[in-house]
């Protein structure tokens, strides 16, 4: 099989994985199956909107120890995936928290105990279904910098947190910037922007040793969208080694010692020619 120059991997993410978007999970992970594409990093939310615990629904956390056996990843997203955070109080804030990401970026504005309490409880879902964790995952990508500091802090010894542009090692807070193919599927006008950036992101890739491709539940209404990602997937599977979140920075060497989380906030570090559409990832 043909590489590209670079060390090139790929991960397949399926996010908001829930007993509430388990049917439309199925339909993703059943064409990922199909085209070969594993392992998959399965991001779960322990209490989707609270209204879908995890630990209470047996035949998902079945579903998912079957997942975790045939060598896919488990990874902390978020706790209940929606901002309950003190409402924004600038424009680029209410844009962000309101409009792209449609309240749901939970840990967008949370004051550090807030975060530490949300990331320590799931930490003890994860503990008590004897899911093996790694990695945190904030809901729409977005984390303050008390999220931040909250996951240096923490007990559990996490060894990456996701952002849209890219993996941190945790706690030396070093980024290894990735390129990133995400859909917005829920109207026409979203769908043809996510078009448009997903050719462009892919322009990219071909000089970064990680691609990411970022389902979501949504994505598996909408036919055109499945049968672009299947076309993505085997663009893919041709040029990359498909690797989970977790193996993909075991093989990243940070640099020794440990540093704080970075004062930059990276809730606007996207790369320049990211969509401003995002998916309420």
């Known amino acids: ?22 049917c439309e999970c199925s339909r993703l992970l059943s064409m990922l199956d199909a085209a070969g594409a594993g392992p998959i990093t399965l991001l779960i939310i322990p209490d989707r909107h609270h209204r879908a615990p995890v630990r209470e629904d047996r035949a998902f956390c079945r579903a998912i120890d079957a997942r ?22 600038s424009l680029r804030g209410f844009v962000e928290r309101r409009l792209l990401t449609r309240s749901e970026g939970e840990f967008a504005a949370l004051a550090k105990d807030a975060a530490a309490f949300r990331i320590e409880a799931g930490v003890a879902m994860f503990r008590a279904l004897g899911w093996p964790l790694a990695g945190f995952v904030p809901p729409a990508w977005l984390a303050s910098a008390e999220t931040r500091s909250a996951l240096t802090e923490c007990a559990h010894p996490f060894r990456y947190m996701s952002v849209r542009s890219g993996l941190y090692h945790v706690p030396q807070w070093r980024l290894e910037r990735t390129a990133n193919l995400c859909y917005s599927p829920t109207n026409a006008w979203r769908r043809a922007y996510s078009r448009l950036a997903i050719r462009l992101e892919s322009l990219r890739a071909r000089h970064v040793p990680l691609l ?9 209404r909408v036919p055109q969208v499945l049968r672009h990602w299947e076309v993505l997937i085997e663009q893919t599977l041709a040029t990359r ?5 977790r193996d993909f920075m075991l093989a990243s060497t940070p640099r020794a010692g440990r540093s704080a989380p970075p004062e930059r906030d990276e809730r606007v570090a996207a790369p320049s020619n ?8």
């Not at 975790?68 to 109080?89: F, K, N, Q, S, W």
């Not at 990211?274 to 990832?281: I, K, Q």
């Open 274 to 281: 990211a969509s401003p559409v995002r998916a309420t990832s």
């Open 212 to 220: 990411r491709l970022s389902l979501h539940p949504q994505d598996a």
């Open 68 to 89: 975790l056996a045939r060598g896919d990843e488990a990874v902390l997203h978020g706790m209940y995936h929606v901002d309950e955070a003190a409402p924004p109080r």
């Open 241 to 245: 080694r498909v690797v989970t979140k």
């Open 1 to 22: 099989m043909q590489r590209p120059d670079v060390a090139a991997d790929a991960v397949v993410a399926l996010h908001d994985v829930s007993p509430g978007t388990w």
